[in-house]
C-alpha cells in the first residue's frame, strides 16, 4: 500500500489548523457545493472514497444513510475519523488507496468523494469500478481541484502595473501528474483537463446529471483585490 503525505505530522498539523479556519474555501465553497448535488439519502448504502477524518461519511448517516463506509490511505486521517465518529451507529472507516479498493457488484446506492480524486493517476479505472459497485440508477457525486488549478503550479502573480492578479494555466490539455509545494510540503496531484474527466464517465456508462464550477474568492497582496477564478469542479453523474 502507498504511502500518504497527510500521515506526515508536521503536514497533518498544517492542513487540520487550515481546516479548522472558518473561513477556509471548503468550508465556504466546497462542502455546501457538494451538499447542494447529493440525492435524498434516506436508506442508501454510500461509499465515501477520500473520507479523511469522516465528516462527510458521519454528515450523510445522520441525514438518513442506512450505512456509510468511509475510505482513506492515510492513518492519521482514519485515526481522527474514529476518535470523532467512531461511535455513530452506521458509519465504518477502512484503510485502502482508492486504486486499491474492491467491492462486489452492486454494493452501493451512492458513491461520493471529496476533494480525493485529484491524487488518483487512473481516473478512467476508478470511474468503471465506480460504475460496477452502483446499483441502477445510483450516483456518483464528487469533487476534485479545478483543473485550472491543478495545471497552475506557480501560483498567482501581479502584472507589471500591480494593477491586475493573473494565474498561470500550464500544459492544461496535457493530463499527467504535477508537483507543487503545500504546507511546506512536496506534493504530487493528477492534472486532467474537463473534458477527460466528463468523458472519462461517459466511457464507463455514466450519465452527467450536473456539473458546478463555483468562483473561490481570493484577496492577493498588494492591491487587494478580490479575484474570482474555479477552486474547484464538481460532478454529479448517474449510473
Given at each position: 500500500m502507498m504511502d500518504n503525505v497527510y500521515d506526515d505530522p508536521r503536514f497533518f498539523d498544517r492542513y487540520a489548523a487550515q481546516r479548522a479556519h472558518q473561513g477556509n474555501a471548503n468550508a465556504r465553497v466546497e462542502v455546501p457545493t457538494l451538499?447542494?448535488?447529493l440525492p435524498e439519502v434516506t436508506g442508501l448504502e454510500v461509499l465515501d472514497?477520500?473520507?479523511g477524518w469522516g465528516e462527510l461519511s458521519a454528515s450523510l448517516r445522520r441525514k438518513g444513510a442506512l450505512h456509510v463506509v468511509g475510505v482513506d490511505l492515510s492513518e492519521k486521517m482514519l485515526e481522527r475519523a474514529r476518535e470523532v465518529h467512531g461511535d455513530l451507529p452506521g458509519v465504518s472507516f477502512?484503510?485502502?488507496a482508492i486504486e486499491d479498493l474492491a467491492a462486489p457488484a452492486g454494493s452501493f446506492d451512492l458513491?461520493?468523494?471529496s476533494l480525493a480524486l485529484h491524487y488518483v493517476a487512473d481516473f478512467e479505472g476508478v470511474a468503471r469500478r465506480v460504475r460496477?459497485?452502483?446499483?441502477p440508477g445510483g450516483h456518483f457525486v464528487f469533487s476534485v481541484e479545478h483543473p485550472i488549478t491543478t495545471a497552475n503550479p506557480t501560483a498567482w502573480f501581479l502584472d507589471e502595473e500591480e494593477t491586475g492578479?493573473?494565474?498561470?494555466?500550464e500544459r492544461y490539455h496535457e493530463a499527467g501528474p504535477r508537483t507543487r509545494t503545500w504546507h511546506n510540503t512536496e506534493m504530487t496531484v493528477h492534472h486532467r483537463p474537463v473534458g477527460a474527466i466528463v468523458n472519462g464517465l461517459v466511457d464507463a456508462g455514466f450519465a452527467i446529471c450536473a456539473l458546478r464550477e463555483p468562483p473561490s474568492p481570493l484577496v492577493a497582496e498588494g492591491p487587494q483585490r478580490a479575484i474570482e477564478r474555479p477552486g474547484f469542479l464538481f460532478v454529479k453523474a448517474r449510473a
Open positions: 451538499e447542494s448535488l472514497l477520500g473520507c477502512e484503510r485502502s458513491v461520493v468523494s460496477r459497485w452502483l446499483r492578479v493573473f494565474m498561470s494555466v
